[in-house]
Antibody, heavy 119, light 108 residues
């Protein structure tokens, strides 16, 4: 059974940093590209970032480019999102999602971790 | 950047057919994927590549895509289909994922 479990969320002050993790199990993690998607309270889904299976290709949404860094450790079956210079508008539930192979179709999702940026 | 437009809400009686649209410039040239999200839960993929269904998704869910509009069709709607539905594409011109604003499906 595919499982994705996010962690690392919490309350952080504006301008602060946070690192999210996503632990994957039930599939060969190194064979699949991954995404981070977020959802602000009461709002819709927003794609945040993509990383290919080998980390050779990385993409970011304009809203986070230059502040967030996606990475993965295939040996540890883990996906990460380093978030710096956080703003109030980054407050959201952050989901990690596995793609259909290399194609950006988000087949499996974690339950999400809440990030709150507030003073 | 590429924009996807969905109606905020759609209402349908049980047993009837619901159609949720997703508008975008020449969206017919892109692959459209649809997600269902119930309150407090993570999204679930219900249609990918315009019209393919993942295993476990009822045949009542179908999709189409042509011109400037993609459509998710839910036949014989049940109370359990009440949820938010999002369309999604990959914008290769900007190398970014794009979601529609979401449509709340209400079963009357």
């Amino acid at each position: 059974e595919v499982q994705l479990v996010e962690s690392g969320g919490g309350l952080v002050q504006p301008g602060g940093s946070l690192r999210l993790s996503c632990a994957a199990s039930g599939f060969t993690f190194s064979s699949y590209s991954m995404n981070w998607v977020r959802q602000a309270p009461g709002k819709g889904l927003e794609w945040v970032s993509y990383i290919s299976s080998s980390s050779s290709t990385i993409y970011y949404a304009d809203s986070v480019k230059g502040r967030f860094t996606i990475s993965r450790d295939n040996a540890k079956n883990s996906l990460y999102l380093q978030m710096n210079s956080l703003r109030a508008e980054d407050t959201a539930v952050y989901y990690c999602a596995r793609n259909l192979g290399g194609v950006i179709v988000m087949v499996y999702w974690g339950q999400g971790t809440l990030v709150t940026v507030s003073s | 950047s590429y924009v996807l437009t969905q109606p905020p809400s759609v209402s349908v009686a049980p047993g009837k057919t619901a159609r949720i649209t997703c508008g975008g410039n020449n969206i017919g040239s892109k692959s459209v994927h649809w997600y269902q999200q119930k309150p407090g839960q993570a999204p679930v993929l219900v249609i990918y590549y315009d019209s393919d269904r993942p295993s476990g998704i009822p045949e009542r869910f179908s999709g189409s895509n042509s011109g400037n509009t993609a459509t998710l069709t839910i036949s014989r709607v049940e109370a359990g289909d009440e949820a938010d539905y999002y369309c999604q594409v990959w914008d290769s011109s900007s190398d970014q994922g794009v979601f529609g604003g979401g449509t709340k499906l209400t079963v009357l």
